[in-house]
């Protein structure tokens, strides 16, 4: 009986290769800073573009240091922390001692920046919807689902190395 190894690697590198590719995509569109104005004008809030996915990193994943955010968003963290500071100006957030090290500044959200967050997830709710109109419920269902699960295997919760494990390596 032939093997079907190497049938089922070749087909496990092309699906691989059309993920990475709708990745791109995806990615591409998401830092676009239209679409981050785009977002911004749908909330119907004032807040320059570039503060924008700041404030939203902050909410999200706060109390944060600088230097994490300035990593999940790909800029300098001395660009990310005069951002930061300026989004302490307008109110947005505050900045507090470390939990873990007192010596390090983590950002958390204010009221004022919560409720700007909160607006844009009522758009970007409206804009999903918008999206997902065509869509059968379970197809959504699963996406959700699938995306959570590749986003914690590409975050570290799953081993990186499969074949590594195999060979008790």
């Not at 900045?95 to 958390?108: F, S």
């Not at 204010?110 to 997830?121: E, I, L, N, P, Q």
């Not at 995306?147 to 295997?153: L, N, Q, S």
């Amino acid at each position: 009986m032939p093997s079907r190894k190497n049938v089922q690697n070749t087909h496990m590198s092309e699906q691989l290769r059309i993920l990475h590719g709708a990745l791109i995509d995806i990615v591409s569109i998401m830092n676009r800073p239209q679409r981050d104005e785009m977002m911004v004008r749908e909330a119907g809030i004032s807040l320059d573009r570039a503060l924008f996915p700041l404030l939203v990193g902050i909410e999200r994943r706060g109390p944060i240091g600088v230097v994490d955010l300035a990593d999940r968003v790909g800029r300098d963290y001395t660009t990310v922390s005069r951002q930061v500071a300026k989004l302490e100006s307008l109110g947005l957030v505050e900045r507090q001692a470390g939990a873990a090290d007192r010596r390090v500044r983590e950002a958390i959200v204010t009221s004022k920046g919560k409720a700007m967050t909160d607006a844009v997830d009522e758009a970007r709710d409206r804009i999903g919807r918008a999206i997902f109109a065509s869509w059968d419920e379970h197809d959504v269902a699963e996406l959700v689902r699938l995306m959570r699960k590749f986003a914690d295997a590409v975050n570290g919760d799953a081993p990186s190395h499969p074949a590594s494990q195999q060979t008790g390596q």
